[in-house]
């Protein structure tokens, strides 16, 4: 599998943006992005996923890097329930790839109120 | 629509005996995978079933472990002759289509925290 790296942690304030850097260097062509939040005691949640142009949802907005080495997770105003562990991960559509997801150690976020 | 249920959310085990984790995955889906997440440490991939179907195993640990998902009733994670190396959380995933997806998201259970003493 591609390698992600993320920083450990991050902070920001209630009601701010927050922008969740990933780098991934080595993603190939047929790889997804995806991103994963783990909240205290709980079970990962998906949040949301992009292969090529930038993406919206309800939670969450995903800007890609025109190479695609990078992308960043943004949080367009963070709530103390914001505060988790947000992982990024590299899914293939070749074989066991694409259901192993790989959880590296993820960017630990802090909600300031 | 219920989520992932994941049974026990605790468990207490001794040293040596068994422990049963019960997954019943989200209404309408067939695909099923444990994770395991060890104290400070990220997920890893444990197993994929479908019904009746070990599809990938290649996660799971040579002994001791074994996964099931019979044609009726939830899916099951046996660990036998427990040692304190095995007190993680377990988590279980399902989701509705073949994890060959790669768009397709996995819904996640609250997990099962095996205590090992």
């Known amino acids: 599998d591609a390698k992600t790296t993320q920083p450990n942690s991050m902070e920001s304030n209630e009601e701010e943006p927050v922008h969740l850097p990933c780098n991934h260097s080595?993603?190939?062509?047929?790889?997804?992005i995806h991103w994963y939040r783990q909240l205290p005691s709980q079970g990962p949640e998906y949040v949301i996923h992009?292969?090529?142009s930038n993406v919206n949802n309800r939670m969450a907005s995903l800007a890609i890097a025109e190479d695609r080495k990078s992308s960043t997770l943004i949080l367009h105003r963070a709530t103390l329930r914001d505060a988790a562990v947000y992982y990024c991960?590299?899914?293939?559509?070749?074989?066991?790839?694409?259901?192993?997801?790989?959880f590296g150690k993820g960017t630990k976020l802090s909600v300031i109120p | 629509n219920a989520g992932v249920m994941q049974n026990p959310r605790h468990l207490v085990r001794r040293r040596g005996q068994e422990a049963r984790l019960r997954c019943s995955p989200m209404?309408?889906?067939?695909?099923v995978y444990w994770y395991r997440q060890l104290p400070e440490e990220g997920l890893k991939f444990m197993v994929y079933?479908?019904?009746?179907?070990?599809?990938?195993e290649s996660g799971m640990p040579k002994e001791r472990f074994s996964a099931e998902f019979p044609k009726e009733g939830p899916s099951i994670l046996r660990i036998q002759q427990v040692v304190r190396g095995d007190s993680a959380a377990y988590f279980c995933?399902?989701?509705?289509?073949?994890?060959?997806?790669?768009?397709?998201?996995?819904?996640f259970g609250e997990g099962s925290r095996l205590t090992v003493l």
């Open positions: 209404k309408g889906h067939s695909h």
């Open positions: 992009g292969l090529t």
């Open positions: 079933l479908q019904k009746e179907n070990i599809i990938d």
């Open positions: 080595t993603i190939s062509g047929t790889d997804y």
């Open positions: 995933a399902s989701s509705p289509n073949s994890g060959t997806n790669p768009a397709g998201e996995l819904f």
């Open positions: 991960i590299l899914r293939d559509h070749s074989g066991a790839g694409s259901y192993q997801l790989t």
